[in-house]
């Protein structure tokens, strides 16, 4: 009880200054952020699409057939409002490869820093670098804007979000062990290996697909499922360690490993995380971004 009225009292108010505060965000979008962590979003959502939102145009469709085994769209839409993800599709091998021939020579942001980048070649072993970032791919190569408006996954965001969707941005996440100097595998500073939700939008979705094999050693995703309505104070609690979520959700999580092509989309408004990979082990993936408005 001391702990629950310690995260109404003093926790939440402080996360919702920090987002009120955070400048890096448009002052619409700090709003939108606040609103959305609370139990009256899904009444936020539906004003906002009444009031305020004109319906969107879908401003490219691209009729590639690259995502194998999404076909029956309602299904999945039925899927992801039940437990908050589809998984079992894919896309080749062969265009992963293209990619990564793609992304040979682009350099990415390291860690959370603004300016310094390197490429993906030049990372070395227990140099501090737990994480490299590519914004935006979707802008620059082709094959990756192709996916971004694939028809099939952007029937089942609409069906989702029951209004057209927008492709609000996309990345690619290459993650590497972070290790301590003790030689310990640590949770990088900000959380960045440690179970969290989204707060992307009044409601949105995330395709990922895996740029390389992903096994328990990777650093692979996990999810825990969705199970009726978020509660009080999973609203209130955006960041929860791995023993919490052992403790209360240890039946609902999911680790997905698989091959690279290996596919899923979630609705990241529930908790998951990406976990720190082990020493010579890396993980590249592909995430894709819809929600309802760019914010």
């Not at 606040?34 to 009444?50: K, Q």
């Not at 970032?133 to 979000?161: E, G, M, S």
């Not at 590497?176 to 989204?198: L, Q, R, V």
């Not at 707060?199 to 094999?213: G, H, M, N, P």
Request: charged content about 30%; glycine content about 6%.
């Amino acid at each position: 009880m001391i702990l629950f009225i310690k995260n109404i009292l003093i926790d939440f108010p402080r996360s919702i200054i920090g987002e009120l505060k955070n400048s890096s965000n448009k002052l619409d979008k700090r709003f939108m952020r606040v609103l959305a962590r609370t139990p009256l979003n899904g009444i936020f959502y539906s004003l906002y699409l009444l009031i305020f939102k004109k319906k969107n145009e879908i401003k490219m469709v691209s009729e590639n057939n690259y995502l194998q085994g999404i076909d029956e769209e309602q299904q999945i839409v039925n899927e992801i409002e039940n437990f908050g993800i589809f998984k079992g599709f894919n896309i080749s091998k062969n265009l992963i490869d293209q990619i990564l021939e793609n992304i040979k020579n682009q350099k990415f942001f390291v860690n959370r820093e603004k300016t310094k980048k390197i490429l993906l070649s030049e990372k070395k072993e227990n140099d501090g670098i737990y994480i490299c970032r590519y914004l935006n791919p979707h802008k620059d190569l082709q094959l990756v804007r192709d996916i971004a408006y694939n028809k099939n996954i952007l029937n089942i965001a609409k069906n989702y979000f029951k209004t057209n969707p927008i492709v609000q941005s996309s990345q690619i996440w290459w993650t590497f062990s972070n290790i301590d100097k003790n030689g310990k595998y640590t949770n990088p500073p900000g959380n960045e290996f440690g179970y969290h939700y989204d707060v992307d939008d009044f409601k949105f979705l995330k395709l990922f697909i895996y740029l390389t094999d992903v096994d328990e050693k990777s650093g692979p995703h996990y999810f825990i499922t969705k199970k009726g309505k978020k509660k009080l104070n999973e609203y209130i609690n955006r960041r929860i360690s791995d023993e919490q979520a052992l403790k209360k959700y240890n039946d609902r999580i999911i680790l997905l490993k698989g091959e690279k092509g290996t596919c899923f989309v979630e609705d990241t408004s529930y908790y998951h995380k990406g976990s720190n990979p082990e020493i010579n082990h890396s993980r590249g993936i592909l995430q894709i971004i819809y929600g309802i408005s760019e914010w």
